[in-house]
């Protein structure tokens, strides 16, 4: 791994630590938070790919886990890592990859298309896969439960992914780094 | 510099290894999976609650890790009280606020600067599979100094933006915020490179 991956992986851990400074939004009607943090997988799978995007949403976990309030609204610590949400955050890292290996598979014939539907899956799909089955095992739920309870949420993600799909193919225009990675 | 979660005390768990701090979370966390059986777990949680006052933490600070997950645990009592008994609903609700009131004591107790050096211990076997200590301190370091120099772009963009009518617009804010300091980044690998990290 060279100095320059490094030095991404840090940036892209750090971004995701300010996606959470700024305030939630409260959608209109379910009266549900929406965080700009889970940009930050999206983005560090979608721009960096699924090695160093990957490592890079482990690199912000691992702050999160040794105390630094880093989390949306100021949260951190091992309380907020292993208690109910927990699967939804630890998700972020393999969503991360999920969504890096599929945009480098896709890389050298990207569009809007393949890469809202490469970041839906693994930031939606899998992400939503692992949340919802912790959520199931510590609430004694089922499965299907867990999933009617994190529905809500879609919603928000729904944005969030159109926001890091436009945001991909502009920074791949102007800053290619998965090609370069090659 | 970012302030941690920590809260400075002398008491025994403020003394404890950082290891053996997160050994016995560990412990905790999965031995109210392998005992369903609510007086235990109910005394496992007061035990913890016990803990706070023994580390010199007040009732406010309990409230404080409580709070953000009670409305969580309020719907899984209601769900699990329709779904099964009372039993089941204390028993969800007991493990969940153990686990994470003794995460956070833990949390509480301990320094950042502890935990990463515990951090740095555990991962010296994992150098043969690639793993480098060096390399990961390096990136934890760079983090802690990039997040304050990415929120200073991200606001000047967002000045130069409102003069352009965009500051509504989130993808007219991170795509030149990515873009900045990705360049930023290749700087700073250049001076690492010349100092021969490697």
């Known amino acids: 791994m060279k100095t320059k991956d490094i ?25 549900v938070p929406v965080t700009a943090q889970s940009l930050g997988p999206m983005l560090a799978g979608a721009i960096l790919g699924a090695r160093r995007g990957g490592l890079s949403i482990v690199l912000f976990l691992v702050l999160v886990a040794v105390g630094l309030p880093l989390l949306s609204g100021g949260r951190g610590g091992f309380g907020v890592m ?5 699967g939804f955050i630890f998700g ?11 945009i480098e598979k896709f890389w050298n014939r990207l569009n809007v298309i393949n890469a809202a ?4 899956f693994g930031g939606i799909v899998v992400l939503y896969a692992i949340g919802n089955a912790w959520v199931a ?21 729904a944005i969030k992914v159109a926001i890091a799909t436009a945001v991909c193919l502009a920074v791949r225009r102007a800053y290619p780094l998965i090609s370069k990675a090659g | 510099m970012i302030a941690g979660l920590y809260i400075d005390g002398t008491s025994a768990l403020h003394r404890a290894a950082a290891g053996a701090k997160i050994l016995a979370m560990i412990a905790l966390g999965t031995g109210v999976f392998l005992i369903p059986d609510w007086p235990v777990v109910a005394f496992v949680l007061a035990t913890v609650v016990l803990l706070y006052p023994v580390s010199g933490f007040g009732p406010r600070i309990i409230w404080a890790q409580i709070k953000p997950i009670l ?40 320094k950042t600067s502890d935990l990463l050096a515990a951090l740095e211990r555990a991962m010296l076997p994992l150098r043969p599979i690639g793993v480098n200590p060096e390399k990961v301190s390096l990136a934890i370091s760079m983090v802690l100094r990039f997040i304050p ?10 000045d130069a933006q409102r003069a352009r009518g965009l500051d509504r617009s989130i993808v007219a804010m991170v795509v030149p915020l990515i873009i900045r300091t990705l360049k930023m980044a290749d ?10 990290f490697d």
Do not use: C, H, K
Request: glycine fraction near 6%; avoid cysteine.
């Open chain 1, 7 to 31: 030095v991404y992986i840090a940036l892209f851990a750090a971004l995701t630590a300010v996606l959470g400074l700024f305030p939630p939004i409260t959608l209109p009607v379910t009266g």
């Open chain 1, 92 to 102: 972020w890292a393999i969503s991360a990859f999920v969504i890096g290996l599929l």
């Open chain 1, 117 to 120: 539907l490469s970041i839906a």
């Open chain 2, 149 to 158: 120099v990415i929120a200073t772009v991200a606001s000047e963009i967002r």
């Open chain 2, 187 to 196: 700087d700073v690998a250049d001076a690492i490179d010349a100092r021969s």
């Open chain 1, 137 to 157: 095992v510590v609430a004694e739920i089922s499965y299907w439960q867990a999933t009617v309870g994190a529905a809500p949420f879609l919603i928000g993600d």
């Open chain 1, 82 to 86: 292993i208690g109910v949400t927990g």
């Open chain 2, 71 to 110: 409305w969580l645990l309020v719907i899984f009592f209601a769900v699990q009280m329709w779904l099964n008994d009372w039993q089941a609903a204390v028993l969800v609700v007991t493990r969940i606020a153990a686990i994470v009131m003794f995460a956070s004591l833990v949390t509480l107790t301990t």
